[in-house]
């Protein structure tokens, strides 16, 4: 398996986690505020396809910026994913203030497909070779920022897991 296919496949698994998880809660576990989170379950998965859209345009080269490394770039995600700072979403990827569970499903659906299909086309070279300066973590590879979407999505499932499940105990103290 090549390195793209291998991001692609641990993207993949991420991204169908947190449909499934979406899917199988009903609309009113989704879109209930708790004290869990600052966004429902709707609005995480919603933010995560709309992250997916706009980093899909650095891998595939759509946006400025994407450089070639100097020589001997590398750092192994590890190191960059130790020290990374919290971050907040920039207001651009903030979902709106009301999210459906259907709109949140069909954004993230497309975020993966956008991905997916940027990771597809990424040669080991590209990939290796050329970058692009996140703002808070600084110059990454392509292939370290696919490892990124892949945590940042990882992170949000769990995100989304604490939010539905706090939803659920809401739901039934409710009932």
């Not at 992250?51 to 590398?74: A, M, Q, T």
């Not at 971050?87 to 991905?115: I, K, Y």
């Amino acid at each position: 398996m090549t390195r793209e296919q291998s991001l692609a496949a641990r993207f993949d698994e991420q991204h169908r986690l947190i449909a499934a998880m979406l899917a199988a809660a009903s609309d009113g576990e989704a879109e209930r505020p708790t004290d869990a989170s600052a966004w429902t379950a709707a609005q995480i998965g919603y933010h995560v396809g709309t992250v997916d859209i706009g980093f899909s345009k650095v891998l595939d080269g759509r946006v400025p910026g994407v450089v070639e490394l100097p020589e001997g770039h590398h750092r192994p995600w590890a190191e960059i994913a130790r020290t990374a700072p919290r971050m907040e979403a920039p207001e651009n990827v903030r979902p709106p203030a009301h999210v459906s569970r259907t709109d949140a499903l069909a954004r993230l659906e497309f975020g993966r497909q956008r991905v997916m299909s940027a990771l597809s086309a990424l040669s080991d070279d590209r990939g290796e070779r050329y970058g692009w300066t996140h703002p808070l973590l600084g110059l990454l590879s392509l292939f370290e920022l696919g490892e990124w979407l892949v945590s940042h999505t990882g992170g949000h499932r769990a995100q989304i897991g604490r939010v539905l499940a706090a939803s659920a105990t809401i739901e039934t103290a409710e009932s």
